[in-house]
């Protein structure tokens, strides 16, 4: 009798086991006759977008110059804020000096520049990437006293980033530092 009822609890679990079995094959299959749509892949600019479209970039500045120039020290921030979408993008530039003088004077400066960027996205190393390329600056220094130079002027640079984590990551100039954070 006993071999009996183990037999047909047996068949109790068979029968369980492969209505489990149909129930898992119709829901992985779509059993109503559609065909499962691709996966979506993300483009890079989809990844780093993803992330987020504004972004902050601060670097320090510490410069000591040597004669003949009449600027001693310089020290402040250059504050880089971009704003990327699919197809463009633009910056904020702000440029922040505090000058000492070989004649002991102090000249604070702040100047700002905003001008559109030029962008291409892509993949390094398996990473998603954006290549930015800021134009040439040539503007007046917005300052408070007399500042030897007047003109701020920088060439065009293209920089290559990476998305690590949650940063644009500067890698190719070697000698750009920038480092973008996204903005809540």
């Not at 892949?41 to 320090?60: H, K, M």
């Not at 000096?97 to 398996?126: I, N, Q, W």
């Not at 640079?157 to 990551?169: A, G, P, Y």
């Amino acid at each position: 009798m006993r071999l009996r009822e183990r037999s047909r609890r047996v068949d109790g679990w068979r029968q369980k086991l492969s209505a489990i079995g149909v129930l898992f094959a119709l829901g992985c299959g779509g059993g109503n006759g559609q065909v499962a749509a691709p996966p979506q892949v993300e483009t890079p600019a989809d990844e780093i977008l993803r992330i987020g479209a504004n972004w902050t970039s601060v670097q320090p500045i510490k410069a000591l110059l040597s004669p003949p120039s009449p600027i001693s020290v310089i020290r402040g921030s250059v504050t880089s804020r971009i704003h990327l979408t699919k197809r463009d993008a633009e910056e904020e530039l702000t440029i922040a000096e505090d000058v000492e003088l070989r004649s002991g004077a102090r000249v604070v400066c702040e100047s700002t520049f905003r001008h559109p960027l030029s962008l291409r996205y892509g993949r390094k190393g398996g990473e998603p990437a954006v290549e930015i390329t800021r134009p040439a600056l040539n503007g007046r220094r917005v300052c408070q006293g007399p500042h030897p130079e007047p003109d701020l002027v920088a060439e065009s640079i293209v920089t290559l980033f990476v998305l690590r984590s949650d940063q644009l990551v500067a890698i190719e100039p070697k000698t750009d530092g920038r480092s973008y954070i996204p903005e809540n």
